[in-house]
């Protein structure tokens, strides 16, 4: 095979990493404008947070007083999580995550819900104070099912209940809502539940070892694909989701915590339920410039009409507070699954007009490679053994594209000695050296680039497989070889697991990119050398290159890619003891 092929191919691995890397940011697509309202119904505003048009009562609701009501906290166990739900607003003040250890998903005064608000003119958007049903919770395999129902009263004359269902098996909180006018006239309403997290985090709780907001996602109905937009962007949509959310990540940091892909969404399931996004300035206590100067609010509308007296409206909506497991969020049937992103390429506008997308998505692929590696995952409970068990499914299935790989080759490498003669012969003409040898590699039935098709059509194997390790909440923080902590004393080691703890780390030993390095320089070794020796010397730096950007990659891909090196090492090892042949040359060299 040419070095120049070989280059290329292992550049284009290079780049695909740098690629995802550095630069693949989230390809962003507008919203599409609300949808126009029915007709007779007037705009609703939103919560004080994301500023809407305010609605036209039809008469202003004199206030009646609601009922003095003490603080109380129930609380909810179950396999999946811990939460506690505050009777003031139903206000979620804790929900801890059991997924690779507790995950808080909630920080007091920071990231968490706002609470069921009332909105409507000459009113206070206090949260509701609430009667618990019970204050205690706790589900398993015995018990799946588990209600707390909240109940209260606005002041004004409306009874609001809130049915909060929850499953032992599942993140998800199914609610129920329902409001009764107690008064003599007709009041309208909006019912407001949102989400907020600070647009930048404050210096201060750096520390925090929960997931952080890092985009909005939502996707509007009638839309394929969901816009990502960053907390930073300009945000201030009202309008017919089928649902929005926070994506959360956590990034290794030493001992803060380990990788993971978090969501929280809301999904609306009956009309009159809208999805809301937008930003409000933080007001910031005196003396505290850490304080955050904004807030991202994501979260639910649902416009109460024009009640008669004793009239009651009911609505539905679910929440998901959990990792981003891609199976849990597809059950839904929602497409929240399509929260995850998993990168992309950009698309020619005019198959971006036709397919419905911005950009050619790596979901495509990723997904497919991925549920290959749970299936082995169910077989071999450790996903360090899937990824070899997938390794070595790939190279046999490419087995036959190497065999033809190493012909081709050898039979370059045959004639190699009449390359070389053009080359002197035509040394001032590069050009006729560059046709000649076309022609003589056209005569001998010999294709320049097929070495290179074993390691071209594993490329979107890699990529897959990075991008899973990347942000696929199953195999974040799955363990391999782990020896636990070790070489605290090293301050590039200090509180890193050893061996392999996560798969979805860096290896802090760097024996593993090591190994890859010293496992391709073998590679190189046994592949026959063609074209200029002066090439051949310069690809001898390609290894070290690769060591040093394997250096930070996960060690799932750098387990996959060291191993497929070494699987390559003995399919050559193999064919050359059974004696590959190569071909022959068909004819001698043309004569000029």
Not at 92 to 102: A, C, E, K, L, P
Not at 470 to 499: E, M
């Amino acid at each position: 095979m040419e070095k120049r092929a070989i280059i290329a191919a292992l550049l284009m691995a290079g780049l695909l990493i740098a690629y995802q890397t550095f630069f693949m940011q989230p390809a962003e697509v507008p919203p599409p404008p609300p949808k126009a309202e029915a007709p007779g119904v007037k705009p609703v505003p939103s919560p004080a947070p994301v500023a809407a048009p305010a609605a036209v009562a039809p008469a202003a609701a004199a206030p009646l007083g609601a009922p003095a009501v003490p603080d109380r906290t129930a609380t909810v166990e179950t396999p999946l999580y811990r939460a506690a739900i505050s009777s003031r607003g139903g206000v979620i003040t804790v929900w801890d995550v059991h997924f690779h250890g507790d995950r808080p998903m909630v920080l007091d005064g920071l990231l968490g819900p706002s609470g069921i608000r009332v909105v409507a003119d000459g009113r206070s958007e206090k949260p509701i104070q609430f009667r618990l049903s019970t204050e205690s919770l706790k589900l398993d395999s015995q018990k799946p099912v588990g209600e707390l129902v909240l109940s209260g009263e606005d002041g004004f004359g409306l009874q609001i209940t809130c049915t909060l269902r929850f499953r032992a098996d599942t993140y998800v909180v199914e609610q129920y809502l329902k409001v009764e006018n107690r008064h003599t006239i007709k009041p309208g309403a909006d019912i407001s539940m949102t989400w907020a997290g600070p647009v930048e985090w404050p210096k201060d709780h750096d520390s925090f070892p929960g997931p952080r907001p890092l985009h909005v996602v939502q996707l509007t109905k009638g839309a394929f694909w969901p816009y990502r937009s960053a907390l930073t962007d300009h945000l201030n949509f009202t309008g017919t989701g089928a649902w929005v959310g926070f994506e959360s990540s956590i990034s290794h940091a030493g001992s803060l915590g380990q990788a993971g892909t978090y969501l929280v969404a809301f999904v609306p399931k009956s009309l009159g339920i809208r999805t809301v996004e937008g930003k409000n300035p933080e007001q910031v206590r005196a003396g505290d410039k850490d304080a955050p100067k904004q807030r991202v609010q994501i979260g639910l509308i649902a416009t109460v009409p024009p009640l008669a007296p004793r009239q009651a409206w009911e609505g539905q909506f679910v929440s998901y507070l959990g990792p981003m497991e891609f199976e849990r969020l597809k059950a839904l049937g929602v497409g929240l699954e399509k929260a995850i992103y998993f990168g992309g390429f950009p698309v020619p506008e005019s198959k971006a007009r036709d397919w419905g997308l911005p950009t050619f998505p790596m979901q495509w692929i990723a997904v497919p490679v991925f549920w290959l590696l749970q299936w082995l995952y169910r077989l071999v409970p450790n996903y360090g053994v899937a990824i070899i068990l997938l390794t070595v499914i790939t190279k046999l299935i490419f087995f036959p594209l190497t065999v033809k790989s190493m012909r081709s080759m050898k039979a370059m490498q045959a004639l190699q000695p009449q390359i070389n003669a053009l080359r002197s012969k035509f040394k001032s003409d590069p050009q006729r050296v560059q046709r000649e040898t076309m022609e003589l590699y056209r005569a001998n039935h010999v294709n320049p680039l097929g070495g290179c098709l074993p390691m071209v059509v594993q490329i979107p194997v890699f990529y897959a497989l990075y991008v899973a390790l990347s942000v696929w909440a199953d195999i974040q923080n799955a363990p391999f070889i782990c020896f636990g902590k070790a070489w605290s004393w090293l301050p590039w080691l200090g509180g890193h697991d050893v061996w392999i703890c996560d798969l979805a780390d860096a290896d802090h030993t760097y024996v593993l990119p090591i190994l890859m390095g010293v496992s391709m320089l073998i590679q190189q070794k046994m592949t026959p050398t063609m074209g200029d020796p002066r090439q051949a010397k310069m690809m001898l730096i390609m290894p070290v290159v690769f060591t040093f950007m394997f250096l930070s990659l996960p060690s799932g891909l750098v387990l996959y890619w060291t191993l497929s090196n070494v699987l390559q090492i003995a399919q050559q090892l193999y064919m050359e003891r059974s004696g590959t042949p190569a071909k022959p040359a068909a004819r001698a060299m043309k004569k000029a």
